[in-house]
C-alpha cells in the first residue's frame, strides 16, 4: 500500500469540475485510491462521494493506494493533486 | 397595479409582458413492475441521453466563450458518470421500482447530501443534482420542453431556474428575469449577471395569475409593477431608454486609450479583492489591477494561511490577468478586523491601532509567508508589492529587506521569480507629508483616500451623527493628494489613487491637472471613468494666465531613475 499527505490550496476545495477530472484519472489505474480526511473517506472514483466529504482550503487529506499498480497510481494522483487542488 | 419586491441582482429595467415559467410535474408511478431488464434499459437510456445533453450544453456555451458555465456542464456530466449514484438508482429499479421512481429517490438522496453540508459553495451543489433530476424525468416521460419560455419577448417569472433550463432560454425572448426562490450565489445569479440581464430574486410574493400581464422591472428599486399606471411606464421607459444609450456609449469605449482631449494618457485600474473578480476586470476593460486586497486569504480560513494556499491565490490572478500589472497590498488586518488566530488584544482605538504593516513588521515568520507566495507568484505575471499605513521611512527600509531576505532564500532554493515593482499605500497624513523621503525607496505610492480622509479630518466615516462635519473633498485632503503627486514626481515614482476618490467624477480633471498617473476605482466604474477622461481637456490650464496662482505649480522635470538611491530594488534585479 502506498500513502501521501495533500494540504488543499484550492480557495474552493475539491469542487466539482476538477473533482471530476480525478475521477478520471483514477479510473486509468487498476489500484483503489482512497481519499481520508479524519473519520469520512470516499474512493478516488466515486465523484458524489468524494465532493461529499466537503474537503476544503488548508483541509489536508491523506490518499491510500493499494493495488498491483500502486506505485505509477500513487505517483499520478500526487500529480495531479498538485496541479490542480 | 400590483407592486412585488425581490432582491435586485443585475441592475436595469425591463419592460413588457409577464411569462410564468412552469416546469411541468410528474405524476411517479409508485407500483411495482416487473419487467426488471427493461426499466434498467430506460434508466441508462435516459442517461446517455441527459449525458448526451449536457455534453452539448458544455459545447454550446464553450463556443460561446462562457468558459464558467461551461464548467457547471461539463460536471454534470460526470455526475452522470458517477457509479455510487447509478447503484443506488439500479438498487431501486431491482426492487422492482420503475426507472422515473429510481431516479427521483436516487437523485433526491444525493440533493439531500449536499443540501446538509455546511459549506455555501457545496450545498448550492444540490441544486445541480435537481437540475439532472429533472431533466432525466423529461427524458423518461418524454416531455416537450421546449415551449415553456413562449415565443414572445417576456419577463420570466420562475420558481428557480437551473443551469440547464436558463442555458436553453431564447435569450432574444428575455426582457428580464424574476425568481421567487434563488440566492445571489446560485447559477441563476452568475448567469444573470453575465448576460447582464435586469434581475429580481427572492421575490417571494409574485403569483402565476401575473402570466400574460404587463410589466415593469424595476431592479434599481428591487421591484416588479404588475399593470403599472400610464405615469410609471412614461417615466421608466425614458428611464429605460436613457440606460440603454448610456450602456452603448460605455460599450463604445472598451478597446479605447484612456486619454484626455489634449493627449493627457492616465492607466485605470481596477480594485479586487480575489480571484473571482478576475472576470470583471477582464469585462470592465481594466488596464491592470491597482489594488488587490489579500485580506480574502486571511479571512477566509479558519487557521492562517501556509505560503502555498497564498501562493496559489495569487497566481491565479497575476496568470488570469497577464500581462497586465497586479498590484497586490500586502496584508492588511487589524484589531477591527477580528481573525482568531491572529490572537490580537482589543483594542481600544483600532483605526489608531496594531494594524497592517505594524503587525507583519512585528511578526517576521507571519510576513515572511506571504512575501515569499508572492515573490513565487511574481514568475507568472507582472507583480506589483504595495505595503500598506506606512508612516515612516525605515518602515519601508525594513520591510524592503525581509523582501530581501525571502528572494535569497528562494533563490537558494531554486524558485523562479520575476521582475516586481514595489510601492506603499500614502494613506497617513504623516505618509503625504513625508512623501519626498518615502518616494526615494519606491516605485510607486498609491494614495488610499478613505483613510487618509479619516486620519487627517479625524473623522469617522461610519458614524451618522457626523454627516454634517464630514467633507469628502475637503481641501486638506486634496492639498495632500496634490502634494504627494508632485513629491513623487521629483523622484521618478509614479502616483495613482485607489481610494473611492479616485472615481469621483467631478475630481478627475483635478487629478489630471495635478499628474496623477494611475486611477484604481471598483471593475464597474473603470469604462464611466475612461468617459470622464475622454472628456476632460487640459490644455485650458496651460493657455492661461501664465502667473504662477499656488494651485498651479509647474511639475519639475522627473529625474532620472538611476538617480534614485538603490537599495534593494537595484541589487535584487541587478
Known amino acids: 500500500m502506498k500513502e501521501f499527505k495533500y494540504v488543499i490550496t484550492d480557495p474552493v476545495g475539491i469542487h466539482a469540475r476538477p473533482a471530476g477530472l480525478l475521477v478520471k484519472e483514477a479510473k486509468n489505474f487498476k489500484s483503489t485510491a482512497t481519499f481520508i480526511k479524519g473519520e469520512k473517506s470516499a474512493k478516488a472514483t466515486s465523484l458524489m462521494k468524494l465532493m461529499g466529504m466537503g474537503i476544503k482550503q488548508g483541509d489536508e487529506v491523506t490518499i491510500q493506494i493499494e493495488g498491483e499498480d500502486e506505485e505509477a497510481c500513487a505517483a499520478a494522483l500526487e500529480k495531479f493533486m498538485k496541479e490542480n487542488f | ?574
Open chain 2, 1 to 574: 397595479m400590483q407592486t412585488f419586491k425581490g432582491i435586485k441582482i443585475v441592475n436595469g429595467i425591463a419592460i413588457g409582458k409577464i411569462k410564468v415559467y412552469k416546469p411541468a410535474v410528474y405524476e411517479i408511478n409508485e407500483d411495482l413492475v416487473s419487467d426488471i431488464a427493461a426499466e434498467v434499459q430506460r434508466y441508462e437510456a435516459a442517461i446517455a441521453k441527459v449525458q448526451a445533453d449536457q455534453n452539448a450544453l458544455y459545447e454550446k456555451e464553450m463556443k460561446a466563450g462562457h468558459k464558467d458555465t461551461a464548467g457547471i456542464f461539463e460536471a454534470h456530466a460526470m455526475m452522470l458518470d458517477d457509479e455510487d449514484l447509478n447503484d443506488s438508482c439500479k438498487e431501486f429499479i431491482s426492487e422492482g421500482h420503475t426507472a422515473e421512481y429510481a431516479v427521483r429517490e436516487g437523485f433526491e438522496a444525493a440533493a439531500e447530501m449536499f443540501r446538509n453540508m455546511d459549506d455555501e459553495y457545496f450545498k448550492a451543489r444540490s441544486a445541480d443534482v435537481i437540475d439532472l433530476k429533472n431533466s432525466m424525468l423529461d427524458v423518461l416521460f418524454g416531455a416537450d420542453t421546449a415551449n415553456l419560455q413562449g415565443t414572445e419577448p417576456a419577463i420570466l417569472v420562475a420558481e428557480d431556474l437551473a443551469p440547464s433550463e436558463t442555458v436553453k432560454l431564447d435569450k432574444s425572448l428575455l426582457l428580464g428575469l424574476v425568481t421567487r426562490m434563488g440566492s445571489s450565489n446560485s447559477h441563476t445569479a452568475i448567469l444573470a449577471r453575465s448576460m447582464n440581464w435586469p434581475t429580481l430574486i427572492q421575490c417571494h410574493d409574485i403569483t402565476d395569475d401575473c402570466d400574460g400581464k404587463f410589466a415593469i422591472l424595476d431592479a434599481y428599486n428591487a421591484c416588479i409593477y404588475v399593470e403599472p399606471d400610464q405615469y410609471l411606464i412614461d417615466e421608466l421607459t425614458a428611464k429605460q431608454a436613457e440606460d440603454k444609450a448610456r450602456e452603448a456609449k460605455l460599450q463604445l469605449l472598451k478597446g479605447q486609450p484612456s486619454v484626455t482631449k489634449d493627449g493627457r494618457s492616465v492607466r485605470l485600474y481596477a480594485n479586487i479583492g480575489g480571484p473571482k473578480d478576475i472576470q470583471a476586470v477582464l469585462d470592465n476593460d481594466a488596464e491592470g489591477v491597482g489594488l488587490f486586497r489579500s485580506e480574502f486569504v486571511y479571512l477566509n480560513s479558519k487557521e492562517e494561511p501556509t505560503e502555498d494556499e497564498q501562493f496559489a491565490a495569487y497566481k491565479k490572478v497575476l496568470e488570469g490577468l497577464a500581462p497586465r500589472l497586479v498590484i497586490i497590498r500586502t496584508c492588511d488586518i487589524g484589531a477591527d478586523k477580528t481573525i482568531d488566530y491572529m490572537k490580537l488584544d482589543k483594542e481600544e482605538n483600532p483605526a489608531l491601532g496594531f494594524r497592517a504593516v505594524r503587525i507583519c513588521l512585528n511578526r517576521r515568520d507571519f510576513f515572511k509567508k506571504q512575501l515569499r507566495a508572492l515573490l513565487r507568484a511574481s514568475a507568472f505575471g507582472k507583480l506589483g508589492i504595495m505595503f500598506p499605513m506606512i508612516i515612516s521611512r525605515w518602515e519601508v527600509q525594513e520591510c524592503k529587506e525581509i523582501l530581501e531576505e525571502c528572494r535569497n532564500e528562494l533563490k537558494a532554493e531554486g524558485k523562479a521569480m520575476g521582475e516586481i515593482e514595489i510601492g506603499i499605500m500614502i494613506e497617513t497624513p504623516a505618509a503625504a507629508l513625508c512623501a519626498d523621503e518615502l518616494a526615494q525607496e519606491v516605485d510607486f505610492f498609491s494614495l488610499g483616500t478613505n483613510d487618509l480622509t479619516q486620519y487627517t479630518c479625524a473623522i469617522d466615516r461610519q458614524s451618522a451623527n457626523l454627516e454634517r462635519f464630514s467633507d469628502t473633498h475637503h481641501p486638506a485632503v486634496l492639498r495632500l493628494i496634490r502634494e504627494t503627486i508632485e513629491a513623487g514626481h521629483r523622484h521618478n515614482t509614479w502616483v495613482g489613487i485607489c481610494g473611492e476618490l479616485g472615481a469621483d467624477p467631478t475630481l478627475t480633471e483635478d487629478f489630471l491637472k495635478w499628474g496623477v498617473d494611475e486611477l484604481s476605482v471598483n471593475p464597474k466604474s473603470i469604462l464611466p471613468l475612461r468617459g470622464n477622461v475622454r472628456n476632460v481637456d487640459l490644455s485650458k490650464f496651460k493657455t492661461e494666465s501664465p502667473a504662477p496662482k499656488a494651485e498651479e505649480p509647474k511639475p519639475e522635470p522627473a529625474k532620472p531613475k538611476a538617480e534614485k538611491p538603490k537599495g534593494f530594488f537595484g541589487r535584487l534585479f541587478s
